[in-house]
Nanobody, 125 residues
């Protein structure tokens, strides 16, 4: 049973930073892509960033240059470092992983099979 557990969310002022973590269990973490999505109230879930098994990365245009996704395979954990946060970054942040191997960055929620419970990030103006 694959499990993903996010942590690290909270309340931060605009311009501040947060680091989210997602601990994975239930399979060989290093073999699979990981991604972060977010969902603001009344909006659809949107892609934020992804990292392949080989550590290549992809970002949404809205976070490029401000957010950094990384992984520590020894700790079965993926991170999202968020700098220069803006009020529009306020959302519940989810980590996700596909069931199988992939060589293409998926940016749709339907590209991913396993999801964490989410962690709230609130950025005040």
């Amino acid at each position: 049973q694959v499990q993903l557990v996010e942590s690290g969310g909270g309340l931060v002022q605009a311009g501040g930073s947060l680091r989210l973590s997602c601990a994975a269990s239930g399979r060989t973490f290093s073999r699979y892509a990981m991604a972060w999505f977010r969902q603001a109230p009344g909006k659809e879930r949107e892609f934020v960033a992804a990292i392949m098994a080989g550590s290549s990365t992809s970002y949404a245009d809205s976070v490029k240059g401000r957010f950094t996704i990384s992984r520590n395979n020894a700790k079965n954990t993926v991170y999202l470092l968020m700098n220069s946060l803006k009020p529009e970054d306020t959302a519940v942040y989810y980590c996700a992983s596909p069931r199988g191997f992939t060589v293409v960055f998926g940016t749709r929620p339907s590209d991913y099979d396993y999801w964490g419970q989410g962690t709230q990030v609130t950025v005040s103006a």
